[in-house]
């Protein structure tokens, strides 16, 4: 190994130390019915999200939840939202761009290669993107939105007060992503990864759950993911 490529392991795994902070992923004995109805959501919820680069308070309040079971990873959001931007649109359609959404972005191996971003706007609609990587240590951005996660579920529902999303993500599917190294999960492991929402509002927003203190990339920030602990 030469030596810059030690130098910059080392700087990677001293951000993941000192910036990171641990995102329960909750163990449940069931499956969960993607609907979008979060009535019967019996995890914690963290949050809010804040601004992504800052760390400031948002406009609008966002919660999420994570869950797992032997087969499943569930995402749940709660997003407050006076006025929804977007509309059901085609499956990997670039609402990232124009859609009020939310995202995840899942490493289950940490390198910052070969990740997971999936977005989902208050209409269902949604997208998932494999990022193959992100920094000029492997070659620059390369990303492909022809990456299809077999069998993700994604449901939103305007409520009152903004609108609710569920996401189902089976682990066979990340079983099959090239160089992702993923292994099932079980309690005590760690992935990385984090949680974000764009609210094109009176003024556009973008949110993180954990924000970063660099302003490279934007949300593409993989030596400064939160961890993903799934716990019992």
């Known amino acids: 190994m030469k030596i810059t490529t030690i130098t910059a392991f080392l700087f990677f795994i001293y951000n993941v130390t000192a910036h990171s902070q641990t995102i329960p992923v909750y163990k449940i004995g ?5 609907d979008g109805d979060l009535s019967d959501w019996k995890m914690p919820f963290s949050g809010p999200f804040v601004i992504h680069n800052s760390g400031e308070k948002a406009t609008q309040n966002t919660f999420v939840s994570l869950s797992w079971n032997n087969e499943n990873l569930y995402i749940a959001y709660r997003s407050g939202d006076s ?7 085609k499956k990997d359609s670039k609402i990232f761009n124009t859609d009020d959404l939310v995202e995840i972005f899942i490493d289950p191996d940490g390198d910052g290669q070969n990740y997971v971003e999936i977005g989902v706007n208050a209409f269902s609609s949604n997208y998932d993107l494999l990022v193959t990587c992100i920094s000029p240590n492997c070659g620059g951005w390369k990303a492909s939105l022809a990456f299809d996660i077999k069998g993700m579920e994604t449901v939103s529902k305007i409520t009152p007060e903004g609108f609710d999303t569920e996401i189902k993500i089976p682990f066979s599917s990340l079983e099959k992503i090239k160089n992702g190294n993923f292994t099932k999960p079980e309690a005590g492991t760690k992935w990385r990864g984090n ?3 764009i609210d094109y509002g009176k003024t556009t927003e973008y949110l993180a759950l954990q924000y970063y203190k660099s302003l490279n990339h934007g949300f593409h920030q993989p030596e400064e993911f939160a961890v993903f602990e799934f716990v019992e």
Do not use: M, V
Not at 30 to 34: D, L, M, P, R, V
């Open 30 to 34: 069931n499956e969960i019915k993607i």
């Open 83 to 89: 006025k929804i931007i977007g509309y059901a649109q």
């Open 195 to 197: 949680t974000f929402r």
